[in-house]
């Protein structure tokens, strides 16, 4: 992508999802996060709809029932993005590419944070973290993230999500508001996401494309190759599209069961349906939640 390309997109970005920033979350987010304390203040026993993460192990352990944590509201928060840009992102069969709807939903976090003034940090992985750069505040700032995403060339094509959440947990020294957006086509990587989840307010973010989920059951053969190592082989529409489905379907299911064990929510984003409506929806769930 050109320079004045990318300007261009930088431009679209803030005023499409800056505007619906301002009409529509800005508020939900600032909800759902600010009064979030990050600085343990002290502890008290627990109540019906305190959040189990705030559970204080050894302090439960030696009182015999749970006690969670407490915290000091701080004036600002920390929010880090850390976006996907394996060879995966790159496909899509709708609206617009995968990537396409992961930088939108980054970009709407970024204003959002801008509008609450918070930092905001970016973190672009593939199978390694390959591009950091440290939280700070400011129009500007965010307007480089959001370039950052858009024109980024990685050098990894695989996707590995542990590592890259291993780093990030042992460089973010204080607690963090940590959005992963990613299509998390990976396994291996349950410890780094519970060990990230103990540390920070980790918040994961699915992108999906309709394709995924099904092929068309159809008379014909078609070419396919893996983005990401280059494998190149066949699918019979008539005879693979229900196998290929079942394990779709057995593969989310697996990702949901592994979000779950970490107590996470996840949010599912698809390309073939606006970025920013699901988020809607989970800030509002979320801030239900905590208002009770």
Not at 34 to 55: H, L, N, Q, T
Not at 195 to 221: F, M, N, Q, T, W
Not at 227 to 232: D, I, N
Request: glycine share 6%; charged share 35%.
């Amino acid at each position: 992508m050109l320079p004045q390309e990318i300007l261009a997109q930088v431009r679209r970005l803030e005023i499409i999802t800056g505007r619906l920033v301002s009409e529509s979350f800005s508020g939900d987010y600032l909800s759902v996060f600010k009064g979030r304390g990050m600085e343990f203040a002290s502890v008290r026993e627990y109540a019906e709809g305190d959040d189990p993460r705030d559970i204080d192990r050894n302090v439960s352990a030696r009182a015999g029932k749970p006690f969670v944590r407490q915290y000091i509201e701080e004036r600002e928060l920390t929010v880090v993005i850390a976006v996907d840009l394996s060879a995966s992102l790159s496909f899509g069969t709708a609206d617009r590419l995968k990537r396409e709807a992961a930088t939108e939903i980054g970009a709407a976090l970024a204003f959002a944070a801008l509008q609450n003034n918070d930092k905001v940090g970016l973190a672009v992985f593939t199978d390694r973290l390959e591009r950091w750069v440290p939280p700070r505040k400011g129009r500007r700032h965010v307007l480089a993230v959001i370039r950052e995403i858009l024109a980024f060339e990685p050098r990894g094509r695989k996707t590995a999500i542990a590592p890259p959440l291993e780093r990030l947990a042992r460089m973010l020294k204080r607690r963090c508001i940590v959005v992963v957006i990613s299509d998390f086509r990976d396994s291996g990587f349950e410890r780094a996401l519970k060990l990230c989840a103990l540390k920070h307010d980790l918040v994961p973010i699915v992108i999906d494309d309709p394709r995924e989920y099904g092929l068309p059951s159809a008379a014909a053969v078609v070419a396919v190759r893996d983005p990401e190592t280059g494998a190149a082989g066949a699918f019979d529409l008539r005879r693979d599209a229900e196998e290929f489905a079942r394990e779709e379907a057995a593969r989310r299911a697996e990702l949901g069961k592994i979000f779950r064990s970490s107590g996470l929510e996840a949010v599912t984003v698809t390309t073939d349906k606006p970025s920013l409506d699901p988020l809607l929806a989970f800030f509002r769930r979320r801030a239900k939640r905590r208002s009770r």
